[in-house]
Nanobody
């Protein structure tokens, strides 16, 4: 079965950067779109970014556009989330997720929904100190 393992979270000062990684196993990673979501304490999980199976299309929540970059390395079965100019509102547990529709490219609304994604990682905590 598909397994997703996130890493790279931690404590960072406001204005700093972190890069999250998510390594997939149990599937042909290059066939599937990937997404990042986050959940802050007391809040619902929200969409952060997504990337198509080929890496040719990317999608971002308005709150992170221009600060975060999603990318993938299909040779390493890994998706990344580069996070710059972090602020306290970015504090959350970050989850990667995989859409099992093989080589399907949806639109922004499609990837913004949790229900689009079939497999989820355990999450990695990001804490931004102000």
């Amino acid at each position: 079965q598909v397994q997703l393992v996130e890493s790279g979270g931690g404590l960072v000062q406001a204005g700093g950067s972190l890069r999250l990684s998510c390594e997939a196993s149990g599937c042909t990673f290059s066939n599937y779109a990937m997404g990042w979501f986050r959940q802050a304490p007391g809040k619902e999980r929200e969409f952060v970014a997504a990337i198509s199976w080929s890496g040719g299309m990317t999608y971002y929540a308005d709150s992170v556009k221009g600060r975060f970059t999603i990318s993938r390395d299909n040779a390493k079965n890994t998706v990344y989330l580069q996070m710059n100019s972090l602020n306290a509102e970015d504090t959350a547990a970050y989850y990667c997720a995989l859409d099992l529709r093989r080589r399907y490219v949806g639109g922004a609304d499609y990837y913004a929904k949790e229900s689009t994604f079939d497999s989820w990682g355990q999450g990695t905590q990001v804490t931004v100190a102000s």
